[in-house]
């Protein structure tokens, strides 16, 4: 029968490899058996409680068990959110009036945190909810009533505006993805995945189903080992890691000082990147050191829940190359569009269009920003056929091969983190003394610049969006202007700024 | 020990890293600071940082950047 439930991969896994580990940190591991009993007890304490079809906030640290969390909240028939414990109070806020949940779980730490939130709903403990017992013939019920395209999830990403988006998947597109994917990354039951990602990003499913559908291992890898390249080989070897989906710049973190000279993450035969350029000559020395492993580049918007699109590399390349991104998975679809929504000649850029079961359902109560990139595939004329507008612009080199040539907009990728420059400025413009604020990019040095314009220091205005900006979006420079560079438009003239930082 | 402040300032202006002594173990220095940490010590010192020097204590404060900068300048 073919499958319509993420939840399947964990049923047909169980008894199968009952006491293997399926998910650990540094301190904890949870067997399959441990994911499977508990995911099901908080599945039939939500729905005891009277939540149906609506999103659960999961608000707790990254360790195992917010992931039993995520499908304990599938199992009542809800779709999870997960939330960054480290995220500032205003943007949790945020997130939380554009949901308006009506229950929220935490840990034991997190719990404190939440209480001195604005929120007025149910919070419940984790350890608590797992006492629960299970109700076969509750969980049964909300089974047979759940169809593939139900939400599963919803994952916040930037918004220029200055308010996220809710991206929501459901499980059709979920496994879709999780099937294919495997296929290319080649996951089997021996799979030791070092996740790095963090889990309220899409990011982390490379991970988190794989290790379901085969009775894989994920190791949570502590944050603070991306600072310390060596005590991160030691903890990938010690785990016997083989397998990495990691964000570029925690690669080439480990490559840049020289870690390999000292030691070899000995395991290491795939290695899974995505998300920003990996510069050549980094990449050099990683292929160098690990000749036999596999590299593959990956490429895909959260819009259509994942990765779209992969290359595995198979020849050298020169450092002003960029690595392609290949080609799409089985059963999704890359159209290229010009500006006329036409299909642009062989070698010229368009914009990257996605089409397939993989897009997901669309932003989380937001109709107008759904149907602006969520569109009828133009050159369909005969039946309705959404494509994802990605906002990309790709080409085709001489091989085939698809390459991500740049944004058409201001959004970037920063330490693997999708940032709309302008929801930056928004936040920017809200501290009361700046008069004027525009950020910029440095794609060579990855350094987020923000100028501005007022009579506050640099100090205050680093402060004041620490606490209220993620810290992956807070500027790595601060420079303080006299008067903001104005187009003849009137508006912030980036070019120049952009020039005059060129030219320091 | 006033280019090592002037460095960590243009990271974090906010921060009085004269006095703190927990850089690494309050994450106030992240993930996110330390490649450009090391390149702009390394620029500014004109030395080159061995991996097994990148541990936490060696980056817990500003005067424990100061002992690593010295100790690598003798060695040269």
């Known amino acids: ?504 | 020990m006033d280019q090592i402040l002037e460095i960590l300032e243009g990271l974090h202006p906010e921060v009085d890293f004269e006095t703190c002594r927990t850089l690494i173990d309050d994450k106030i220095i992240d993930s996110f600071d330390i490649v450009t940490l090391i390149s702009d010590l390394s620029e500014e010192f004109d030395i080159s940082i061995p991996v097994e020097e990148i541990v936490p204590e060696n980056f817990n404060s500003a005067k424990a950047i100061h002992t690593l900068i010295e100790r690598l300048l003798e060695d040269e």
């Open chain 1, 1 to 504: 029968m073919m499958q319509n439930n993420v939840l399947e991969y964990l049923e047909n896994i169980v008894d199968k490899v009952p006491d293997k580990i399926a998910y650990a940190d540094e301190n904890n591991g949870a067997t399959f058996k441990d994911v499977f009993d508990k995911s099901r007890a908080i599945g039939t304490f939500l729905s005891k409680q009277g939540y149906n079809k609506e999103p659960v906030v999961v608000f707790m640290g990254k360790h195992p068990d917010a992931i039993i969390t995520f499908y304990g909240v599938i199992y009542s028939g809800c779709y999870y959110v997960p939330i960054d414990e480290e995220m500032p109070r205003h943007r949790i806020e945020l997130i939380f009036q554009s949901l308006k949940p009506r229950a929220v779980i935490c840990d034991a730490d997190t719990i404190n945190t939440i209480e001195k939130f604005d929120y007025k709903g149910n919070v419940y403990q984790y350890d608590d909810v797992i006492k629960t017992v299970v109700d076969e013939s509750i969980l049964a019920d909300i089974r047979y009533r759940q169809i593939d395209t139900d939400p599963i999830y919803i994952v916040f990403t930037s918004g220029s505006t200055g308010i996220p988006k809710g991206v929501v998947a459901c499980h059709r597109s979920v496994i879709d993805y999780i099937e294919n994917l495997s296929d290319v990354l080649k996951i089997n039951e021996d799979t030791v995945f070092g996740n790095q990602t963090p889990l309220y990003v899409d990011a982390c499913l490379k991970e988190l189903y794989p290790t379901l559908k085969y009775g894989a291992t994920t190791y949570i890898i502590p944050k603070s080992l991306f600072m310390f390249p060596l005590k991160l080989v030691e903890f990938l070897n010690d785990k016997k890691i083989n397998t990495v989906c990691w964000v570029v710049s925690a690669l080439t973190m480990i490559s840049a000082f020289g870690t390999f000279e000292k030691a070899l993450p000995e395991y290491l035969r795939t290695v899974a990147f995505g998300s920003e350029v990996f510069p050549i000559k980094q990449f050099k020395l990683w292929k160098k050191n690990l000749p036999d492993a596999r590299f593959i580049n990956l490429y895909g918007p959260t819009e259509c829940t994942g990765m779209s699109c992969y290359y595995e590399v198979n020849r050298d390349f020169e450092l002003d190359e960029a690595i392609p991104i290949g080609r799409p998975f089985k059963n999704t679809d890359i159209i290229l569009l010009d500006d006329e929504d036409k299909q642009p000649k062989p070698g010229e850029n368009g914009e990257i269009c996605i089409r397939g079961t993989g897009l997901t359902l669309g932003y989380y109560k937001n109709f107008e920003k759904t149907n602006e990139v969520f569109v009828q595939n133009p050159l369909n004329t005969s039946y309705p056929e959404l494509i994802y507008r990605t906002g990309d612009l790709g080409r085709y080199n001489e091989h085939g091969e698809l390459i991500f040539v740049s944004r058409k907009d201001n959004q970037i990728k920063h330490m693997g983190h999708r940032i709309e420059l302008g929801e930056i400025e928004v936040v920017a413009n809200m501290q009361p003394e700046i008069k004027s604020a525009c950020c910029i990019f440095d794609e060579l040095k990855k350094k987020i610049i923000l100028y501005y314009v007022g009579d506050i220091t640099k100090a205050e205005v680093a402060s004041f969006l620490k606490q209220k900006l993620p810290r992956y979006m807070v500027p790595n420079m601060i420079e303080k202007l006299d008067n903001m560079p104005l187009t003849s438009n009137g508006k912030i003239n980036r070019v120049l700024l952009k020039e005059s930082y060129n030219r320091k």
